[in-house]
């Protein structure tokens, strides 16, 4: 997954600052990495998501923002499980608590918190530990457009 990243921020011309790290699965180290090497973004966190029917959704959110499944809910009328660790590696190739925001076969639905826009660069994970990527919201907009999953946004406000 690592490289496919990398790969679609190339293949569109997306400017982004990579880090190498410690491996990082809590948030105390990544705020640590955040610190030393001087990113300016606002952290993200990827949760993947799954529907009775075995739908799945990359949502993509701000790290210290909880997740209201009953919010999700209402955005896809349908009601929404946590993958599981085994299902995250199997279906996107990420290691869990490592979850791209994009990179995903077509049949992987996006949701991304519009609330990410009000920053002027975004943190994330590119699926593996010991690796950060860091990138302007436009940059993020642009890229989202440009790839060929379906992309949903949550407006925290209107839900």
Do not use: W
């Not at 790969?7 to 955040?34: M, Q, R, S, T, W």
């Not at 973004?41 to 499944?69: M, N, Q, S, V």
């Amino acid at each position: 997954m690592y490289e496919k990243t990398i790969d679609i921020l190339k293949k569109i011309g997306v400017n982004y600052k990579e880090i190498k790290h410690e491996v990082i699965f809590h948030d105390h180290k990544a705020a640590k990495v955040k610190k030393i090497f001087s990113l300016e973004g606002i952290e993200t966190k990827t949760l993947l998501l799954k529907t009775k029917r075995e739908d799945l959704y990359a949502f993509t959110t701000i790290e210290a923002k909880k997740l209201y499944p009953s919010i999700i809910k209402k955005l896809l009328n349908e009601r929404i499980a946590m993958a599981s660790s085994e299902e995250i590696l199997l279906y996107t190739g990420c290691f869990p608590g490592c979850v791209a925001p994009f990179g995903y076969a077509k049949e992987i639905s996006l949701i991304v918190d519009s609330e990410i826009f009000q920053y002027d660069k975004l943190i994330f994970s590119p699926g593996v530990p010991m690796k950060t990527v860091e990138i302007t919201t436009a940059d993020f907009s642009k890229l989202l457009k440009k790839i060929d999953n379906k992309v949903m946004y949550f407006f925290p406000s209107r839900n």
